[in-house]
């Protein structure tokens, strides 16, 4: 069964860059590139903020950026702002033609 | 200007039955893997079923044999049909645009880039 693991929260102030995790194993998100991000501020509907890993869909900051290394991808935000205090989540297209999120983080701007 | 319109959502007891809809504009609903997605209260978001654009399904274990999803093309319309709801149903359900496309020799899929504002199914006695 698939699942990505995320930390709870991360913190930073405001001009600082942070950086969320996203694990999965070697047989999905080890092998293949259909992670996602989303930005969830509270009380809204998702938000597109990374797809393939690393790329960013037309109108979102530079500043967000993804990456992967072996089984974790990362999302860094950097020169964070206030306005990107809100949940995020990453997501995986899995070799059973299902999607799974992970579990969210909280991100908050001190 | 592409837009996802979610309706149908209530109140409802333990083991009965509700009809989401999802009303797309700015794109014809046929032509893309379309999902429906959901997140219960104060909890993370679930993928719940897709309807690819050639007609096949898939759902999550949790809603398998009791949700179906379909869609009306000349309504660009697509529907949630939930049958014997329990109350781990309750959530915000969310109909969401899944973008396939390939450029360059590097297909890309599997990422949402539309979202309806969500709407409230809550399943209780």
């Known amino acids: 069964q698939f699942a990505l693991t995320q930390p709870p929260s991360v913190s930073g102030s405001p001009g600082q860059s942070v950086t969320i995790s996203c694990t999965g194993t070697?047989?999905?998100?080890?092998?293949?590139?259909?992670l996602s991000w989303y930005q969830q501020p509270p009380g809204t509907a998702p938000k597109l903020m990374i797809y393939?890993?690393?790329y960013r869909p037309s109108g979102v900051p530079d500043r967000f950026s993804g990456s992967k290394s072996g089984n974790t991808a990362s999302l860094t935000i950097s020169g964070l702002q206030a306005e990107d205090e809100a949940d995020y989540y990453c997501?995986?297209?899995?070799?059973?033609?299902?999607?799974?999120f992970g579990p969210g983080t909280k991100v908050t701007v001190l | 200007e592409v837009q996802l319109v979610e309706s149908g959502g209530g109140l409802v007891q333990p083991g009965g039955s509700l009809r989401l809809s999802c009303t797309a504009s700015?794109?014809?609903?046929?032509?893309?893997?379309m999902n429906w997605v959901r997140q219960a209260p104060g909890e993370g978001l679930e993928w719940v079923s897709v309807?690819?654009?050639?007609?096949?399904?898939y759902y999550a274990d949790s809603v398998k044999g009791r949700f179906t999803i379909s869609r009306h093309n000349s309504t660009n319309t697509l529907y949630l049909q939930m049958n014997s709801l329990r109350t781990e149903d309750t959530a915000v359900y969310y109909c969401?645009?899944?973008?396939?496309?390939?450029?360059?020799?590097?297909?890309?899929?599997?990422?949402?880039?539309?979202w309806g504002q969500g709407i409230l199914v809550t399943v209780s006695s």
């Open positions: 969401a645009r899944e973008n396939r496309y390939c450029s360059g020799g590097t297909c890309f899929l599997g990422s949402f880039d539309y």
């Open positions: 700015g794109f014809a609903v046929s032509t893309y893997f």
């Open positions: 309807i690819y654009s050639g007609g096949s399904t």
């Open positions: 070697s047989s999905d998100l080890g092998t293949y590139n259909r």
């Open positions: 393939e890993v690393s």
């Open positions: 997501s995986l297209y899995t070799t059973s033609s299902t999607y799974v």
